[in-house]
């Protein structure tokens, strides 16, 4: 589609803000523009946004969308928890990161090798798209057939009899990072063959789809809430990475940037240029 900005280059004015007009305490999300020499008048004026420039520094996984803790059953009966510290995370980085909790309880055996085996895992099934537990079982017999040892330190001891551990799915925000409801899984600890599971619904391991743009001068009355400039989507985008947006069009419809359900962000990078375009309607 064809740039329309040179359009209005001559008749209109740019507004262009940095991370200088960002207000405190807002997570880099709001931004404000004080107009020079008392201000200015807007009436039967236009805006639109033309250009934005920032890194992508927005969080996937944090205590305020509620997708941070997840719980597991190992094999002495006990439930341990995990808590995620906020970051931005893929399936395998969620997967290493459970299996760095788990060495940290001794939670894993070893082979002749040295080789770290673990025994509940969740990875992605691109096939299926979803994502795939599998839990494996463990018994005496097992561990001499294939030679585990135990860690040292370790505190809990191999069962007699064949026994799974569990992958607990306890909160609704991790249910839905992973596309699973609330459960167990397995949904008991008897078995001697692997359990594995698919996500029964498509999995959300980023929240957000697209960053609503708002503004206090803007009147939409197309649309809810009514001062909603313009939406972008930075997926795609590697997180800090250079994210840029510039409308094929102008989208005339303080600056504040919500996801798309309109709920607070935090942007960690400060470092972003917005340019406004106005223009007064003829």
Not at 1 to 25: C, D, P, R, V, W
Not at 26 to 36: A, D, E, I, M, R
Request: charged share 10%; aromatic share 14%.
């Amino acid at each position: 589609m064809k740039n329309n900005f040179h359009q209005y280059s001559i008749k209109g004015k740019t507004i262009i803000l940095t991370s200088a007009n960002i207000e405190e305490n807002s997570n880099n999300t709001k931004l404000v523009y004080n107009f020079p020499s008392g201000g200015y008048t807007f009436k039967s004026d236009m805006i639109a946004l033309q250009s934005v420039y920032q890194y992508f520094s927005i969080f996937n996984i944090t205590s305020d969308y509620g997708n941070n803790t997840f719980f597991y059953t190992w094999f002495d009966g006990i439930e341990y928890s995990i808590t995620i510290p906020d970051g931005y995370y893929e399936i395998s980085d969620l997967n290493s990161y459970f299996q760095s909790i788990m060495i940290a309880n001794t939670h894993y055996m070893t082979n002749s090798a040295g080789q770290f085996i673990y025994f509940l895992e969740f990875i992605v099934n691109t096939s299926r798209y979803a994502v795939q537990i599998n839990s494996y079982p463990l018994d005496t017999d097992i561990r001499t057939t294939n030679g585990y040892i135990l860690p040292s330190g370790a505190t809990w001891s191999v069962p007699a009899t064949s026994t799974l551990s569990q992958f607990n799915v306890n909160t609704t925000g991790f249910g839905e990072v992973l596309g699973y409801e609330i459960g167990s899984y397995p949904n008991t600890q008897v078995g001697s063959t692997t359990s594995s599971f698919l996500s029964s619904k498509a999995p959300q391991i980023t929240p957000y789809s697209s960053i609503l743009v708002s503004c206090n001068l803007v009147n939409n009355r197309a649309v809810i809430p009514s001062n909603i400039l313009s939406s972008n989507t930075p997926l795609g985008t590697r997180i800090g990475s250079l994210f840029t947006f510039e409308p094929n069009y102008l989208q005339f419809a303080d600056l504040e940037l919500r996801d798309q359900l309109s709920r607070s962000i935090v942007i960690r990078d400060p470092n972003m240029i917005i340019t406004l375009y106005t223009e007064t309607k003829k």
